[in-house]
């Protein structure tokens, strides 16, 4: 089992610009959340997704929007990019019970310049 | 509210026990969560307890749980190099599916 896999691993965007982040989730796991991690903090909650919908958010703009396939991989997607949004991406996989471990990824480091 | 809050640090010598303390606000909690982070990697999940525990023991490391003073600890015995890192306390938020709220983490050094 590859557990939580993340990709890229690292990039580089430019403000203004797209970019879209990739999950797979572990084996059997059903749930997939994204956080935000900027430099010094601890991960902040931008929103989870099970069924391919988008089942709850944290307080964070429209221009981060998501997508779960059919496989359950989820992509996080974040439009019109400013210097505040560098930051490691994590990605949590976890099956849609009660009382269940989340695993994360290893994280995408986005640098905005 | 949504708030967890940690020492930002702490310092040990090697072979001591490392205490690591948490305060947490939701009392509907299910369970905590501690994770790991060493630099420039993902968090490892370390261990969880269940709100209806007081403890749970797990090789060199025991988890407190007071639900009265809505305080978690992690203690590391016999800590070592490699022990050195980023430590996260996350409570699942009850309002919310599986929503982990995380503290700002402790880093633990320690030293020879």
Redesign the interface.
């Given at each position: 089992d590859a557990g939580?896999t993340?990709s890229p691993t690292h990039l580089i965007k430019t403000r203004g610009q797209q970019v879209t982040l990739r999950c797979s989730p572990k084996s059997g796991h059903d749930?997939v959340?994204w956080?935000q991690q900027a430099l010094?903090?601890?991960?902040?909650?931008i929103f989870?997704y099970?069924e391919e919908e988008e089942?709850?958010r944290?307080n964070f703009p429209d221009r981060f929007s998501g997508h779960q396939f059919p496989n359950y991989s989820s992509e996080l997607n974040v439009n019109a990019l400013l210097l505040g949004d560098s930051a490691?991406y994590?990605c949590?996989s976890?099956l849609?019970t009660?009382?269940?471990?989340?695993?994360?990824?290893?994280?995408t480091?986005l640098t905005v310049v | 509210g949504e708030d967890v809050e940690q020492s930002l640090f702490l310092s040990v010598r090697e072979g001591d026990s490392s205490v690591i303390n948490c305060t947490y606000t939701d009392s509907s909690s299910t369970y905590l969560y501690w994770y790991k982070q060493e630099p420039g990697a993902g968090l490892q999940l370390l261990t969880y307890i269940f709100s209806n525990m007081d403890m749970k023991q797990d090789q060199r490391l025991t988890v407190l749980l007071n639900k009265k003073d809505k305080h978690l600890s992690l203690r590391i015995a016999d800590t070592q190099t490699g022990d050195s890192a980023i430590y996260f306390c996350a409570e699942v938020f009850s309002g919310g599916y599986n929503k982990l709220i995380f503290g700002a983490g402790t880093r633990l050094a320690v030293h020879p």
């Open positions: 939580v993340q749930t959340s956080y010094g903090q601890g991960p902040q909650f989870q099970y089942r709850q944290g490691l994590l949590a976890s849609d009660i009382n269940t471990e989340a695993f994360f990824g290893q994280g480091r | -």
